[in-house]
């Protein structure tokens, strides 16, 4: 069987080095358009930030390529798909053959329709070649476009090499898929409190300039920076699989085996639309690590014949900067608005925050602030084991009078769950 | 016979806390249960008292979360966190469904049970609790033979759910 993964990002990564460990005799080679050997994007605000060395960024040396029987084609970004003979065909007009084909691309950068987007000074945090072109440039004043994990590491990351940062956000709050307003709008206090100042509802408009960056102009100001970074989300790439003719949604659509409409093309990561784990909603699009790496799994599985089925696609993410911690899990409730019996519980404690939103009893979404996210970890256990917390919601009210040591144990949360103390 | 694991029984934990002194001064030459890897926490609803350490979950969500990828598996099973790595952001406490993962409070960083490493006389909070035995380390077929194959399966669902099966 020759196996042929397109992308070399965390989940192309995976496919090719489990598949490989789990079978020695199949034939894997991988097309990458980058030419670097894999690496964590998550990890690229930290490098750009200078907490890391750029080589802590890798998730293998190129070396580890050969080692493991794994033909690696770096700089070969696939264009077509020809279904019928099994052939990718590169920009270079190279073409590959494949009895599988695992498309793993990933998504790009989402450039905001705005004038002046194309001008010296805009950067982003996406590829590594990004974050090395926005680590070696040496500016003052930067102006980060997009408010979402990436948006608010980078300001971090730049804020910690002295420059002057100013979050703009379209939408009313920050971290808008991760948070509701009340956790987002604590977040945005403790940003400002590091000297990051935050625009929401606020509409760029343009970016103004010579050839270099002047100022970001906005519905409401002009912002004088010499630096703009675009952190506007990531689409999937979509047009490889739809010019062959593979169903496509906002992303591939792939069934539970992670099978795209033909069978013998496959894929996983930031390019796929899957199924919402707790809800079940199709058309869901978490662009998350974990994500990645559960559904390379399961395309291994399927690869090698296995039973395996993916369980869905989760949010999990931390908001981390400076001394702030903060986490989310599941659905926010901008996610479950319009369904009925949803019903929020908020706790605050010296300025920490934990907000859960229930539908029915059960726990769609968590998120905190804090010491209380450090109980992030078995609420999500409670989560998956579909736990009714409507008994447990009255408990819960118990809880706070009774000033409970803290955080709490996973014993007592299972214990007031079910009455049980054994679990461990 | 396989690896050897790390169980905890908590119904024979007597909150004496002697593996918490004996695990940082392992660790850090000090016994301070602040920087110990496993925590004894008392159940304020029970009033009893329970271990909790990394147990080196097989598909362990810390390893799957961490943006940096310092969280490790050693030969000896254990999973530990990469100190030259770690930036510190607590993805991977908040990924564990046991809370388990500690920070330490001078770097910031994240550090779980390392079975005291490949050390000869074994993971140092076992022999601490020679008396009492709310911990042992076993082999995995021993683990099933104390803990019956049902509490084996409770640990499964909790470490590899399948919530689409539950549901069906």
């Given at each position: 069987?020759?196996?042929?993964?397109?992308?070399?990002?965390?989940?192309?990564?995976?496919?090719?080095f489990?598949?490989?460990?789990?079978?020695?005799?199949?034939?894997?080679?991988?097309?990458?358009?980058?030419?670097?050997?894999?690496?964590?994007?998550?990890?690229l605000?930290?490098?750009?930030g200078?907490?890391?060395?750029?080589?802590?960024?890798?998730?293998?040396?190129?070396?580890?390529?050969?080692?493991?029987?794994?033909?690696?084609?770096?700089?070969r970004?696939?264009?077509?798909?020809?279904?019928?003979?099994?052939?990718?065909?590169?920009?270079?007009?190279?073409?590959?053959?494949?009895?599988?084909?695992?498309?793993?691309?990933?998504?790009?950068?989402?450039?905001?329709?705005?004038?002046?987007?194309?001008?010296?000074?805009?950067?982003?945090?996406?590829?590594?070649?990004?974050?090395?072109?926005?680590?070696?440039?040496?500016?003052?004043?930067?102006?980060?476009i997009?408010?979402?994990?990436i948006?608010?590491?980078v300001?971090?990351?730049?804020?910690?090499?002295?420059?002057?940062?100013?979050?703009?956000?379209?939408?009313?709050?920050?971290?808008?898929?991760?948070?509701?307003?009340?956790?987002?709008?604590?977040?945005?206090?403790?940003?400002?409190?590091?000297?990051?100042?935050?625009?929401?509802?606020?509409?760029?408009?343009?970016?103004?300039?010579?050839?270099?960056?002047?100022?970001?102009?906005?519905?409401?100001?002009?912002l004088?920076?010499?630096?703009?970074?675009?952190?506007?989300?990531?689409?999937?790439?979509r047009?490889?699989?739809?010019?062959?003719?593979?169903?496509?949604?906002?992303?591939?659509?792939?069934?539970?085996?992670?099978?795209?409409?033909?069978?013998?093309?496959?894929?996983?990561?930031?390019?796929?639309?899957?199924f919402?784990?707790?809800?079940?909603e199709?058309?869901?699009l978490?662009?998350?690590?974990?994500?990645?790496?559960?559904?390379?799994?399961?395309?291994?599985?399927?690869?090698?014949?296995?039973?395996?089925?993916?369980?869905?696609?989760?949010a999990?993410?931390?908001?981390?900067?400076?001394?702030?911690?903060?986490?989310?899990?599941?659905?926010?409730?901008?996610g479950?608005?319009?369904?009925?019996?949803?019903?929020?519980?908020?706790?605050?404690?010296?300025?920490?925050?934990?907000?859960?939103?229930?539908?029915?009893?059960?726990?769609?979404g968590?998120?905190?602030?804090?010491?209380?996210?450090?109980?992030?970890?078995?609420?999500?256990?409670?989560?998956?084991?579909?736990?009714?917390?409507?008994?447990?919601?009255?408990?819960?009210?118990?809880?706070?009078?009774?000033?409970?040591?803290?955080?709490?144990?996973?014993?007592?949360?299972?214990?007031?769950?079910?009455?049980?103390?054994?679990?461990? | 016979?396989?690896?050897?694991?790390?169980?905890?029984?908590?119904?024979?934990?007597?909150?004496?806390?002697?593996?918490?002194?004996?695990c940082?001064?392992?660790?850090?030459?000090?016994?301070?249960?602040?920087?110990?890897f496993?925590?004894?926490?008392?159940?304020?609803?029970?009033?009893?008292?329970?271990?909790?350490?990394?147990?080196?979950?097989?598909?362990a969500?810390?390893?799957?979360?961490?943006?940096?990828?310092?969280?490790?598996?050693?030969?000896?099973?254990?999973?530990?966190?990469?100190?030259?790595?770690?930036?510190?952001?607590?993805?991977?406490?908040?990924?564990?469904?046991?809370?388990?993962?500690?920070?330490?409070?001078?770097?910031?960083?994240?550090?779980?049970?390392?079975?005291?490493?490949?050390?000869?006389?074994?993971?140092?909070?076992?022999?601490?609790?020679?008396?009492?035995?709310?911990?042992?380390?076993?082999?995995?077929?021993?683990?099933?033979?104390?803990?019956?194959?049902?509490?084996?399966?409770?640990?499964?669902?909790?470490?590899?759910?399948?919530?689409?099966e539950?549901?069906?």
């Amino acid at each position: 069987m020759r196996v042929l993964i397109v992308g070399n990002g965390i989940a192309g990564e995976t496919v090719a080095f489990s598949l490989r460990f789990r079978r020695p005799e199949v034939e894997i080679s991988m097309l990458s358009a980058e030419e670097v050997p894999a690496y964590d994007p998550c990890s690229l605000p930290y490098y750009v930030g200078g907490d890391v060395a750029r080589e802590i960024v890798f998730r293998r040396e190129l070396n580890d390529y050969k080692k493991h029987n794994i033909a690696f084609f770096p700089k070969r970004r696939a264009v077509s798909i020809d279904t019928e003979e099994h052939l990718v065909v590169t920009e270079g007009g190279e073409a590959f053959p494949y009895d599988k084909l695992v498309l793993a691309h990933g998504g790009s950068l989402f450039r905001p329709p705005i004038e002046g987007i194309d001008k010296k000074g805009i950067f982003s945090c996406k590829t590594l070649s990004d974050a090395d072109a926005l680590a070696a440039h040496q500016g003052t004043r930067a102006v980060i476009i997009g408010s979402g994990a990436i948006g608010v590491e980078v300001a971090e990351a730049l804020k910690k090499k002295g420059y002057e940062v100013t979050i703009v956000e379209l939408l009313p709050w920050i971290l808008p898929t991760l948070f509701d307003e009340p956790t987002a709008k604590r977040l945005e206090k403790a940003l400002l409190g590091y000297g990051i100042p935050v625009r929401t509802a606020e509409k760029v408009l343009g970016i103004e300039g010579k050839d270099r960056v002047g100022a970001v102009v906005t519905d409401k100001t002009a912002l004088p920076c010499d630096t703009v970074v675009l952190a506007t989300g990531v689409v999937p790439g979509r047009a490889l699989a739809e010019t062959a003719g593979i169903k496509v949604g906002r992303g591939i659509k792939v069934n539970e085996r992670m099978e795209t409409s033909l069978p013998e093309i496959l894929a996983c990561g930031d390019c796929v639309e899957t199924f919402d784990a707790f809800t079940g909603e199709e058309c869901c699009l978490y662009q998350l690590k974990h994500n990645a790496v559960n559904q390379a799994r399961v395309v291994v599985g399927t690869l090698l014949g296995g039973k395996e089925r993916y369980i869905g696609a989760y949010a999990f993410a931390r908001a981390h900067f400076f001394s702030t911690h903060a986490a989310s899990m599941g659905k926010t409730l901008k996610g479950v608005e319009g369904s009925l019996g949803v019903e929020i519980l908020e706790r605050e404690r010296d300025g920490d925050y934990l907000r859960l939103i229930f539908r029915e009893g059960f726990l769609l979404g968590a998120q905190a602030i804090g010491s209380f996210a450090d109980m992030m970890g078995l609420l999500m256990a409670m989560m998956w084991r579909r736990y009714n917390f409507g008994r447990v919601r009255e408990d819960l009210e118990n809880l706070r009078s009774r000033d409970l040591p803290y955080p709490w144990t996973y014993g007592q949360l299972v214990g007031i769950l079910d009455g049980r103390k054994e679990l461990l | 016979m396989g690896l050897k694991i790390l169980i905890v029984e908590p119904e024979k934990c007597d909150g004496c806390r002697d593996c918490e002194k004996e695990c940082s001064l392992f660790h850090f030459g000090v016994a301070d249960p602040d920087l110990s890897f496993i925590r004894i926490k008392e159940d304020g609803h029970f009033g009893s008292f329970i271990p909790v350490v990394c147990v080196a979950c097989e598909e362990a969500p810390c390893i799957d979360v961490c943006p940096m990828n310092a969280r490790e598996r050693r030969e000896n099973g254990a999973v530990v966190t990469n100190q030259d790595r770690c930036i510190g952001c607590r993805a991977c406490l908040y990924a564990c469904p046991f809370g388990a993962v500690q920070i330490n409070r001078e770097t910031g960083k994240s550090g779980s049970c390392d079975l005291c490493r490949e050390d000869r006389e074994g993971p140092r909070c076992v022999k601490a609790c020679a008396k009492q035995k709310a911990l042992l380390y076993v082999s995995s077929t021993v683990v099933r033979r104390i803990r019956g194959e049902g509490s084996v399966e409770t640990i499964k669902q909790v470490l590899r759910p399948q919530v689409k099966e539950s549901l069906s």
